[in-house]
């Protein structure tokens, strides 16, 4: 049965991400945290995000996606690119989308997706949420991105809605990721949306010999020890 969980998710086949989380932390647990990844576009944020999921699958945490950036096909295709194949996760219902974009934007909706009708309603996306999680065992969750939930929403009262939300998620032996996008907010975000976070992952882009690297550091992480040094993000 195990061998037909790797052959599903692509395991022997898929690109390898390193470092990921646990390779950058010395101790501490690692599950019913809420992660915050900063970083400028183009960082490999979402990437990132992407490889925590499928880490997760394989070793047995269903995944749920929200995405209101792009469609969920995009994702799949992304995923999938890097042979983080989840079609079978979705038919199985370990693998769901919230796609808060598709219908936004007029796209028409693929897949067995659940919709989110709006971006600036933090509570229909709590709901939501909570049904989804309902049939699912310790999950990792993905919003990519915060920054558009924000941009969409009450400055005043979404810090708290996040808080809350992330305590749910917590609360239930999840975990969650967010994605902050750099250059999008004033510092008073920035700073406000790292101290609510349980890990604060900071990614960079840099170039040499006309090539970008992509590097990224543990900025901090409740509970364990992070070095806060820089490491080079690799995808082989």
């Given at each position: 049965?195990?061998?037909?969980?790797?052959?599903?998710?692509?395991k022997?086949?898929?690109?390898?991400?390193?470092?990921?989380?646990?390779?950058?932390?010395?101790?501490?647990?690692?599950?019913?945290l809420?992660?915050?990844?900063?970083?400028?576009?183009?960082?490999?944020?979402?990437?990132?995000?992407?490889?925590?999921?499928?880490?997760?699958?394989?070793?047995g945490f269903?995944?749920?996606?929200?995405?209101?950036?792009?469609?969920?096909?995009?994702?799949?295709?992304?995923?999938?690119?890097?042979?983080?194949?989840?079609?079978?996760?979705?038919n199985?219902?370990?693998?769901?989308?919230?796609?808060?974009?598709s219908?936004?934007?007029?796209?028409?909706?693929?897949?067995?997706?659940?919709?989110?009708?709006?971006?600036?309603?933090?509570?229909?996306?709590?709901?939501?949420?909570?049904?989804?999680?309902?049939?699912?065992?310790?999950?990792?969750?993905?919003?990519?991105s915060?920054?558009?939930l924000?941009?969409?929403?009450?400055?005043?009262t979404i810090?708290?809605a996040?808080?809350?939300?992330?305590g749910?998620?917590?609360?239930?032996?999840?975990s969650?990721?967010?994605?902050l996008?750099?250059?999008?907010?004033?510092?008073?975000?920035?700073a406000?949306?790292?101290?609510?976070?349980d890990a604060?992952?900071?990614?960079?882009?840099?170039?040499?010999?006309?090539?970008?690297?992509?590097?990224?550091?543990?900025?901090?992480?409740?509970?364990?020890?992070?070095?806060?040094?820089w490491?080079?993000?690799?995808?082989?």
């Amino acid at each position: 049965m195990g061998d037909d969980k790797n052959s599903r998710s692509g395991k022997r086949d898929s690109m390898k991400v390193s470092p990921m989380i646990g390779d950058l932390v010395q101790f501490g647990q690692l599950t019913q945290l809420s992660y915050m990844l900063l970083g400028p576009l183009g960082a490999g944020k979402s990437t990132y995000a992407e490889a925590f999921l499928a880490e997760g699958l394989a070793l047995g945490f269903p995944a749920v996606f929200v995405t209101t950036d792009v469609s969920p096909r995009v994702i799949r295709n992304d995923m999938s690119r890097y042979g983080w194949n989840i079609e079978e996760y979705e038919n199985d219902g370990q693998f769901v989308f919230i796609d808060g974009y598709s219908e936004r934007m007029g796209a028409p909706k693929t897949g067995s997706a659940r919709s989110l009708t709006k971006v600036d309603d933090i509570s229909e996306l709590g709901i939501v949420l909570s049904e989804v999680l309902e049939n699912l065992v310790v999950a990792r969750i993905v919003i990519d991105s915060l920054s558009t939930l924000i941009l969409h929403s009450n400055p005043e009262t979404i810090p708290r809605a996040v808080q809350r939300l992330s305590g749910r998620i917590k609360q239930g032996s999840h975990s969650i990721m967010f994605i902050l996008e750099d250059g999008v907010h004033d510092e008073k975000t920035y700073a406000t949306f790292s101290y609510l976070a349980d890990a604060v992952l900071r990614f960079k882009l840099e170039d040499s010999d006309q090539k970008q690297i992509h590097n990224i550091r543990m900025e901090r992480m409740r509970g364990s020890d992070s070095s806060r040094e820089w490491h080079t993000f690799t995808i082989e």
